[in-house]
């Protein structure tokens, strides 16, 4: 052959990895003065459909921390929190070990961040009750339905913040401010409304203690693990006891 001449050969595969025929493009000889660019592209090449010339999107930091917490969750649905190990975690996201200490500094920081989220949900499906002064009782269900909704969703992470709790002084302080401000919002709404004349001259103060202590309870064993109660269920008593308690029968 000439020196400038190249001599093609096409091969396939019949064994490719999804049974579709694979083609290996080579040249037996390369034409002289080539730049690297031009022997590169006459190079030995493997054609698979899964290659890109575009590089997998790296993750923001955003995503790989909403990751590790979304594997905290789940791992919550079968393991109590102190069995919950980083390297558990950090198993089941594929990520190294150290990516976690980027993000949290302990388990126990990312369970308080995790429920100052959750805070929040419950704020939101409760707010219409805790600061109307309509007298409608039905204000009251609709909050329950929604705290309920937020509970069913991530049972498994108030059952275990509750249960660290006990063992746990960082925790027990987190779940005692957590319920604590529960405590001050539901009473604040109950001398509402007594000033208006509607609800039962309980005191507000012990009485919130109390109901949101039996909602905790309740909800925590209702929905805290698998299988779950049906929640309608459970709204029906909760909305009858709080309703007993609070409100002044027509």
């Known amino acids: ?5 190249t001599r093609r050969r096409v091969w396939s595969h019949p064994n490719g990895f999804d049974g579709r ?17 031009q022997a590169g592209e006459g190079s030995p090449r493997l054609i ?22 979304s ?4 791992l919550l649905w079968g393991h109590p929190l102190r069995d919950v190990t980083v390297k558990m975690i950090m198993e089941g996201t594929g990520l190294s070990r150290p990516a976690f200490y980027i993000h949290f500094n302990s388990i ?21 009750w805790l600061t109307t002064t309509d007298d409608d009782p039905e204000t009251l269900r609709s909050a329950l339905h929604g705290l309920i909704e937020v509970v069913v969703e991530n049972g498994a992470t108030f059952r275990a913040i509750a249960e660290a ?4 002084p960082r925790l027990a302080k987190t779940w005692g401010d957590f319920m604590g401000q529960w405590d001050a919002a539901v009473a604040a709404r109950i001398r509402i409304g007594q000033e208006l004349g509607y609800l039962s001259g309980v005191d507000p103060e012990w009485t919130a ?5 039996m909602n905790a309870t309740v ?32």
Do not use: C
């Open 209 to 213: 203690f109390a109901i949101n202590r």
């Open 1 to 5: 052959m000439h020196g400038s001449s």
């Open 48 to 69: 698979l459909p899964f290659m890109s010339a575009t590089p997998p999107k790296r993750r923001s930091s955003a995503e790989i921390k909403e990751q590790i917490v």
């Open 219 to 250: 909800l925590i064993e209702a929905f805290g693990k698998r299988p779950q109660q049906d929640p309608d269920t459970v709204l029906g008593a909760l909305f009858q006891i709080w309703k007993r308690t609070l409100y002044i029968s027509k």
């Open 165 to 168: 709790a006990t063992l746990d």
């Open 21 to 37: 025929p694979r083609q290996l493009v080579y040249h037996r000889e390369l034409p002289p003065n080539l730049t690297p660019r």
């Open 71 to 74: 594997e905290v969750v789940s």
């Open 108 to 128: 126990a920081e990312l369970i308080e961040e995790r429920l100052a989220v959750l805070e929040q949900l419950m704020v939101g499906a409760t707010l219409e």
